[in-house]
């Protein structure tokens, strides 16, 4: 039997993102344009929904805890003509821990040790940044979220999340996982062993 389809969005745009600063568990909220883009992955859906012949409520929501998701999640429902907090939050879908890098840059990371940034994309998914987590763990609480899902599903969460999901649905080997880009504004689904990208 098939798994249920992911729809999958990453937060909207914040001030963090557009300076360059890792966020990880960091609590920053959506700015301006990352309200616009959560309208516009909202659009997308209310067209991906048509298209299936099904409304925004047949399908689940559920949401990263973090407040960048979960100003995501509003929007989107919002606009979906939904109850904006009719939704779950799973702190399986937290993103992955940046540690003791998190508010920093990468450049600023080089600058306390040159070497390390080259290190960790040499084997990006095992990596462990001092004091956070590797993809292969952040891949270990995303797989018992996953294995919950009984229904088609509308997620707001992050780019690790989502390389976490694109390895254990099989669209990706690991390591090459750990590299995939996932952009905002952008609905991505998870269905048939295959990732499309809907902008």
Same mark, same amino acid.
């Given at each position: 039997?098939?798994?249920?389809?992911l729809?999958?969005?990453?937060h909207g +745009?914040?001030?963090?993102?557009?300076?360059?600063? @890792?966020?990880? *568990?960091? !609590?920053? %909220? +959506?700015?301006?344009? =990352?309200?616009?883009?959560a309208?516009r992955?909202? /659009?997308?859906?209310?067209?991906?929904?048509a &298209?299936?012949?099904?409304?925004?409520?047949?399908?689940?929501?559920?949401?990263? %805890?973090?407040?960048?998701?979960?100003?995501?999640?509003?929007?989107?429902?919002?606009?979906l =003509?939904? !109850? %904006?907090?009719?939704? *779950?939050?799973?702190?399986?879908?937290?993103?992955?821990s940046?540690?003791?890098?998190?508010?920093?840059?990468?450049?600023?990371?080089?600058? @306390?040790?040159? /070497?390390i940034?080259?290190? &960790?994309?040499?084997?990006k998914w095992?990596? +462990?940044? %001092?004091?956070?987590?590797?993809?292969?763990q952040?891949?270990?609480r995303?797989?018992?979220?996953?294995?919950?899902i009984?229904? /088609? #599903?509308?997620v707001?969460a992050?780019?690790? #999340?989502?390389?976490?999901?694109?390895a254990?649905?099989?669209?990706?080997? &690991?390591?090459d996982?750990?590299?995939?880009?996932?952009?905002?504004?952008?609905?991505?689904?998870?269905?048939?062993? *295959? @990732?499309?990208?809907?902008?």
């Open positions: 039997m098939p798994r249920p389809i729809y999958y969005v990453r +745009l914040t001030d963090w993102n557009a300076a360059g600063r @890792l966020q990880g *568990r960091r !609590d920053v %909220p +959506l700015n301006a344009e =990352g309200r616009v883009q309208v992955c909202a /659009d997308i859906l209310a067209d991906l929904f &298209r299936e012949g099904r409304g925004p409520q047949a399908y689940d929501y559920v949401s990263s %805890p973090l407040i960048r998701a979960r100003e995501t999640m509003d929007v989107v429902r919002a606009t =003509g939904l !109850d %904006p907090s009719g939704y *779950r939050l799973d702190a399986r879908l937290a993103e992955i940046f540690g003791d890098w998190e508010g920093l840059t990468y450049q600023d990371v080089l600058a @306390l040790d040159p /070497d940034v080259p290190k &960790r994309e040499g084997n095992n990596f +462990l940044p %001092p004091g956070g987590e590797s993809y292969q952040l891949a270990e995303v797989g018992a979220w996953y294995a919950t009984e229904h /088609d #599903t509308v707001t992050h780019g690790g #999340t989502a390389r976490a999901l694109a254990l649905t099989g669209v990706a080997q &690991r390591e996982a750990a590299h995939v880009s996932i952009e905002q504004g952008v609905v991505y689904v998870f269905a048939d062993d *295959r @990732l499309t990208r809907y902008a």
